[in-house]
């Protein structure tokens, strides 16, 4: 006699891999818990009760990033810095997404002319899914770009990757 | 003490040759850069001045020369006066203040990131923000964009 016998015989689900997997990927997004400038404080705030990232499964954020399957790139990435980003990308475990926050992390935002120790955009170093603007952009808009991500895993197959 | 009563005992106490020019936004004393460390050993150790605190370090690229330029605090007698240091800009060395205020360490390595000015008897004077095989000094007015680092455009 096993636990679960003869009380789940009338319950069960038929679906695709595809969408249980991707059903399970997009709702447990866990971000690299680092941030580079003052977006990051932003991303804090998302992280508390008031706006509370937990409502999309996104609020484990881990110090490891081989823990860790979204990079939040929440600020300016300096030169000196970039190496240090792309590393941390790296040591990722597969599947991995990034969202740049902020307009420093999309483009060099205010830095991007004539600033000599400023990356011009995360894209330059790593593969970018969301881009998320604003200087830094408010609580809401991460979470906008959390769902965006959200929707594009949702559409995802692993067939491919 | 207000910014000429430093400078008149100062005077008094030291041999070197220092200038005193005031202005009632930043008074200052202009130093020979082979005085700095005695004039800075005096600020810093003599009881009536106790310059002990070392506010802020910094660089002006002039067109002629550069002005390393001393903010000086005594948290003692809550006075303070700046002290400005000229040095050519094809050999720009001026002595280290280091061994006076230990504060001058990261001070020194930030100009000489930025401006490419030399501090004699630093004990460590490596690039303190820009990464370590960066060529130039940003901040000085002629310094020319390269075009890429490691293979990233700027």
Known sequence: ?????????????????????????????????????????????????????????????????????????????????????????????????????????????????????VLKGADLIIPVDVYIPGCPPRPEALLEGLMKLQKQIRRRTIAKK | MNASEIFEKLKARSREDIEFQDSPLLPFIKVKPDSIRNVADILRNNTDFRFDSLMCLTTVDNPTNFTIVYLLYSMKHSHKITLKVETPKDNAVVPSVEKVWSAANWFEREVYDLFGVRFEGHSNLVRIMLPDDWEGHPLKKDYQYPATYRGVVL
């Open chain 1, 1 to 117: 006699m096993g636990l679960i016998e003869n009380r789940f015989n009338k319950n069960f689900i038929v679906t695709s891999a595809d969408y249980f997997i991707n059903w399970g990927r997009a709702n447990s997004l866990w971000p690299v818990s680092f941030g580079l400038a003052c977006c990051a404080i932003e991303m804090m705030a998302t992280g508390m009760a008031r706006y509370d990232i937990a409502r999309f499964g996104a609020e484990a954020f881990r110090p490891s990033p081989r823990q860790a399957d979204l990079m939040i790139v929440a600020g300016t990435i300096s030169h000196k810095m970039a190496s240090r980003v792309k590393l941390i990308y790296e040591q990722m475990s597969e599947p991995k997404y990034v969202m740049a926050m902020g307009s420093c992390a999309c483009s060099g935002g205010p830095f991007v002319k004539n600033s000599y120790s």
